[in-house]
């Protein structure tokens, strides 16, 4: 039974990062395994060097422990381009050649966060014919790639995922639309290399935040399309302000180490997440 933790070092953690964290090692402490620590850093232009040192060191401060030496995904790239490669091979996915303003002015239906790419996308360059692609993609050596969803879907049929909190969850492939798989400027993207990621671990239970229940839709149907193992899921409710957002380095989050700063010990932190936590690991088995 493995759990793990996976931040992006591109900034100090916030408690919204102390519960995921926690939500995962007491995870794997109840049922008998243990943690990975993973470090989500494929966004090259965003990772700091001295986060890498300053996560471990908030994780030690609360007490938070994890088994070997933590993964980096930038050490990963060629294993994400194989399965990418895989993936177009099927036909599954294409190139898309629209800029992030053209997505601002095009995409509807946000569905969560502030990104454009968290926006359905209208399928432009989905329409798009072969002779058409290859002459834009002569043409602009910068595309992304994006998941066919609809076609992919058809692969899939009826699915569904269980969640520790939520249940069984039917697989609506379409929630977030057509995905990018791969960027222009960082190469593979998010969806993609947690997939395999989590397959290449081995984790068997996958706890994360609420904000990424959707995510896990598109997550099981590149499991299925890739043929990795379908892990047991626990979404956790998340950390808000006092204005009711969640907690983001992009907000300005009060970071764990300012709090520690300020004279307040690893037990006042925890104080403050055990009704969260309490609530959340009820789920467990």
Known sequence: MITRFAPSPTGHLHLGHALAAT?????????????????EDIDASRVREEYYDAIEEDLHWLGID?????????????????????????????PCFCTRKELQAMT???????????????????ALSRNEREAKMCERPGYAWRLDV??????????????????EI????????????ARKDIGIAYHLAVVIDDAAQNITHVTRGDD?????????????????????????????????????KRYDALSLRSMREAGLCADQIMERLRPILDRNLSALP
């Open 23 to 39: 939500v995962a090692y007491e995870t794997a402490r109840t049922l008998g395994g243990h943690m990975l620590l993973r470090m």
């Open 108 to 126: 509807t239906a946000p569905q969560q966060g502030d990104d454009a790419e968290a926006a359905l996308y209208p399928g432009i360059c989905r």
């Open 150 to 167: 609809h076609k992919a879907s058809k692969l899939l049929g009826d699915a569904s995922f269980l969640d520790l909190r939520h249940g």
């Open 66 to 94: 994890w088994q070997g030496t933590p993964v980096r995904q930038l050490e990963r790239m060629p294993v994400y381009h194989q399965a990418l490669a895989h993936l177009q091979e099927m036909d599954l996915v294409y």
């Open 212 to 248: 990424l229940l959707s995510s896990t839709h598109v997550h099981v149907l590149l499991q299925h399309l890739l043929g990795l193992p379908q892990p047991l899921y626990l979404h956790h409710e998340l950390v808000c302000d006092d204005q009711g957002k969640r907690l983001a």
């Open 170 to 181: 039917r697989i609506d492939a379409n929630m977030l639309g057509d995905v990018v798989l």
